[in-house]
């Protein structure tokens, strides 16, 4: 195999980078279709470690806003019942649905208030939990 410059293994990385941020809508539609799949299957390790994934993710690709969604669901999933696991689901993924189709990607403005309605909903979560 030849040896590539310095110069030239960051540019393939740089491509291979814009390549991702590229099709992470794509993916993060797929990411959010096995959330569903796996709520109705109760299945919440495995929408654990789904939102773990798009948490990391989705910042590292340009959509933080998909990142902090994530991180307030995975809050209401450690913080919760499991009676309530279904109804943060629900709201956490159409808000995560919202922000691909309008292509709502920092939390400011629209994304800002969606955000604190989610971190409104996993307090409220968090208090009916422990009542």
Same mark, same amino acid.
């Given at each position: 195999m030849p040896r590539i410059s310095i110069d030239q293994a960051i540019a393939a990385a740089e491509l291979q980078i814009q390549a991702l941020t590229n099709d992470f809508p794509d993916h993060a539609a797929a990411m959010i279709q096995e959330i569903d799949t796996h709520a109705a299957a109760q299945d919440w390790d495995a929408i654990r470690v789904i939102v773990h994934d798009l948490k990391g993710q989705a910042a590292t690709? @340009?959509?933080?806003?998909?990142?902090?969604?994530?991180?307030?669901? @995975?809050?209401c999933l450690e913080t919760a019942t499991t009676q309530l696991y279904a109804d943060a689901i629900r709201l956490h993924v159409a808000a995560m649905r919202l922000c691909l189709k309008a292509k709502i990607t920092e939390a400011k403005g629209e994304g800002a208030r969606l955000l604190n309605d989610l971190q409104a909903l996993a307090t409220n979560l968090k208090k009916r939990g422990n009542a």
């Open positions: 690709v @340009g959509w933080p806003i998909l990142g902090e969604t994530a991180r307030s669901l @995975g809050d």
